[in-house]
């Protein structure tokens, strides 16, 4: 029985190893009186396990609470629509009341109650398209990447301070052409809304790595912080909140898409050098 003994304790870690590598972390080993290896390495599985455990655990409670926090943000912005646009109207009114008055002050507070009205319709907007955006299930179809990137840059080549630059080798990807449009439009129009220089100078590029499409949109903008770089991409967080239109919303649109079809994002950047905004997408058959 004592030769057999340290064969069964053996089983019983091997099984515990198979167990953590399924992620099931609700195993725990016996711990015996011997005090032998065995021994170490069963208490040491144990811990792990626990540590494991707690992790996923609290990792669950997080996921529920941004959840929670997502659709209630989504209510919320829903149901102050409807308030919104009577402030929206009282305004437009008080405006046509007044504008023979020739009252100063009172155009200038109406003036910034209509700034206000405007700030926050964008805000709920961009709440609801937020709430609403979702390409995990949807079918992706062939998107010529060069073609999509120069459509949304005619957009703006009426603007002579802006120079976006489309690289000539641009490949054919399968992806949700509305989702990466909405993902390049969304970076573009980020790198001109927050441009400090005379000429905004805007390059998009594409390479192929590890079986990966790698997308870049990259500035010459005033960059991000190396502390704000994980932070931009979440909910509500705006950097600039002096700029008009500008919630905090649009690169937390843009990380859900992304990381819904499994791909990353990230930014590079260093202070008053710009800021290059990469992501990837992975390639299907």
Known sequence: MTEQQPDKRLDAVLEMLMSIASLDFSSRL??????????????????????????????????????????F?????HDMKTPLSNSISISNLLEDEL???HNKEVL??????????KQMS?????????????????????????KLCREIAAQYRS???????????MPVIKYHETA????????????????DKEICQIEVQCAYQNDQYVISVADNGPGVLPE??????DLFENLNTEKENSTGIGLATIKKIVTDTNGRIWVESSENQGARFVFTIKKRD
């Open 108 to 117: 200038e507070y109406i003036e910034l109650l209509r700034q206000t009205n």
């Open 180 to 195: 990466l449009t909405q993902i390049i439009n969304n970076l573009i129009d980020n790198a001109v809304k927050y441009n």
């Open 73 to 77: 943000a989504c209510v919320v912005a």
């Open 228 to 233: 704000y770089r994980e932070k931009i991409f």
């Open 99 to 101: 504008k023979d008055h």
């Open 122 to 146: 964008h805000l709920i907007s961009g709440v609801l398209e937020y709430s609403r955006t979702s390409f995990a299930n949807l079918q992706p179809q062939e998107v010529d990447l060069g």
């Open 159 to 169: 603007n002579k301070q802006i120079a976006i630059n489309i690289a000539d080798k």
């Open 30 to 71: 016996t711990i015996t009186n011997n005090v032998d290896s065995i021994d170490a390495i069963a208490s040491g599985l144990n811990m792990l396990s626990e540590e494991l455990e707690s992790n996923v655990v609290e990792i669950s409670k997080l996921e529920e609470v941004n959840d929670n926090l997502e659709r």
